[in-house]
């Protein structure tokens, strides 16, 4: 294989799949794999509605024909008529089809909890037999996607050979590569974080390793097996899940003892070695939701995580404490709670990213709802269809549309929830009535009556 001119298949074309694809394709033939059509087409278009690709690399690696099937005629190394297929590219199809001549899959899907925080993982064992129905003898298969230890060979594998009656580590192989995307981050790109490696068997590992250090400049660290490499993954984010869950308690403690936490913070913090965690909401799809498959698989162990699933409830917790505490500073400058209009904004899990997936900022929301108050929330950068569509909460992302509405009436408290850049431009007095709240729930504003 090591041989061989690798041709990719990566299966799933989201926050994680499309920077790997468009980096892959700098280098070598790629085809992208999804399900949903409309991605496709958007992506085929040189749009990337996740905004983390910038759209003339995009446009620039695009191809319009499969690159495992469309031929270059300028090379002859055969004969006068020979052709051999394209070099590099990348090319996004929802058919199954164009991805059967793959030698290498990758597979890049969401891994998610259900309503119970229990570990989901129908779109592993979808993509699984998406890939088994093309999987041919000398292919290898590896999964990105954020599990607990043992979820490739032990789960994954047999969707594998069941639908593609090869059998593992004889006909095929596989692998496992966290992914460490950042969604927002221009900075630390896929191809600028250390990437983890690991094979099914030595060879693989080391094959593998190789594909993905021919395009990671930051460079490749190879685990001796797949659940080690598994488990480096889920606690990654568990372990800031605990640190942030700790100054969150800090937070809540200091509150009562009318401390500036983010005023304590930053004298802890000139000891050299104090670890700069700040409070806030922890939501997204990997600190929120990793440490339930740790805490799952060692619950089927039988051991019970005291630590990790402490923390999480704590971190859950946070959205309903900020709600109460801006209910409170209101109250305290004499505002009539029932009734009363607050302006909230930002919706999605982090600053200046549209990702909207598992966002705590509707825990602040439902709670300021729980004591009546009507909440307007503005988001320059979430979709309001999929924020109703995933919360049933409507926001607005025109900011005139909330300038109109506060000409008519002003609001009595606005609560920043996101730290999105446009918000600093803002003149928040300009929505704000005369004597209403400002909280900060990020710590970033100058003149605020309360923050986190």
Known sequence: MMNKRFKIGIIGLGYVGLPLSCLFATKYPVVGFDINEERISELNNGKDSTLEVEENLLQRVLLKENPFHLRNSEKNFESETATVAIEQGLYCSSNIDDIKDANIYIVTVPTPVDRYNRP??????????TVGKVLKKGDIVVYESTVYPGVTEEECVPVLEKASGLKFNEDFF???SPERINPGDKEHTVEK???VTSGSTPEIGVLIDHLYKSVIT???????TIKIAEASKVIENSQRDINIAFVNELAKIFNLLNIDTHAVLDAAGTKWNFLPFKP???GGHCIGVDPFYLAQKAQDMGYYSELILTARRLND???EFVASQVVKTMIKKGINISKAKVLNLGITFKENCPDVRNTKAVDVIKGLEDYNIEVTTYDPWANPEEVIHEYGVKSESDIGQVRMASTIEKYDAIVLTVAHNEFLELDLYEFLKEGGVIYDVKGILKEVDNRL
């Not at 930051?218 to 001796?224: I, Q, S």
Request: charged residues 10%; hydrophobic residues 45%; proline residues 7%.
């Open 280 to 282: 806030g909401l922890v």
């Open 218 to 224: 930051a460079g490749t660290h190879l685990a001796p």
């Open 193 to 195: 974080i250390l990437k």
């Open 317 to 319: 917790s946070m959205g």
């Open 174 to 176: 596989a692998g496992y």
């Open 120 to 129: 989901d993982l129908t779109p592993l064992y979808k993509a699984s037999a």
